[in-house]
């Protein structure tokens, strides 16, 4: 027969050697060794990354007084099969624009509405209200217009190969329009092109 301490120190062995098998790890976004079939982390960050490279490239965003552009973040689509929020690319792309100095982005007004609706609310329902100091509210005609806005689209192509196998094309077009003349005067598009076995699903 075990004796009790036997028997305990078999069940916490066990119990530790599960505990290693299935416990959780961190993992780099950037560094997972592996390549999943639909859009992740480090797709967005190779896509922002070079659309910010281009744009900066582009010299679409040197004022010529040295002032920063006012950007206004327009539709960016999802064409793809997947449920994804697109933001994770805008966001990047703006975090990136506004360390470039070249760049501010306005929050008051988009493409789907205000981003912050802050803007437009504290206006709205605070001017001429007797509860508030009207002296530390919001005048009118402070708000910034944009100069620009910049507006997208992901699409996403599945292709059939040769045995057995698929091609997943994504692509992240992306436009920059001079809101004056409505001119695009900047324009681009990032493949991202993987293949894997035709029985994965794609989305």
């Known amino acids: 027969m075990f004796s009790i301490r036997l028997l305990t120190a078999i069940l916490l062995a066990c119990f530790l050697v599960d505990v290693h098998a ?4 961190r993992v780099d976004p950037r560094r ?3 390549t999943a079939v639909g859009l992740e982390y480090a797709d967005f960050e190779e896509a922002a990354q070079n659309a910010v490279n281009s744009l900066l490239a582009s010299g679409a965003l ?13 539709r960016v689509v999802n064409d793809t ?3 994804i929020d697109t933001d994770q690319l805008v966001k990047k792309i703006r975090i990136e624009l506004l360390r470039s100095g070249k760049v501010v982005v306005t929050t008051a007004v988009g493409g789907a509405g205000p981003e912050d609706s802050a803007s437009v609310d504290v ?21 910034v217009a ?37 001119l695009a005067i900047w324009e681009d598009e990032y493949p991202i092109i993987k293949q894997t076995s035709a029985r994965r699903a794609a989305w």
Not at 130 to 143: A, K
């Open 123 to 143: 206006r709205r329902d605070l001017r001429g209200n007797e509860e508030f100091d009207q002296s530390r509210v919001q005048r009118r005609g402070t708000l």
């Open 81 to 83: 099969m997947q449920r």
């Open 32 to 34: 997972t060794g592996t």
């Open 62 to 74: 040197d004022h010529p007084n040295g002032d920063r552009y006012v950007l206004m973040i327009s």
């Open 22 to 25: 299935s416990g959780t790890k």
């Open 146 to 182: 944009p100069d620009y806005s910049l507006s997208g689209k992901i699409l996403q192509r599945n292709l059939t190969l040769d045995r057995g196998k698929q091609q997943i094309e994504y692509y992240f077009q992306l436009t920059l329009t001079d809101l004056e003349t409505g």
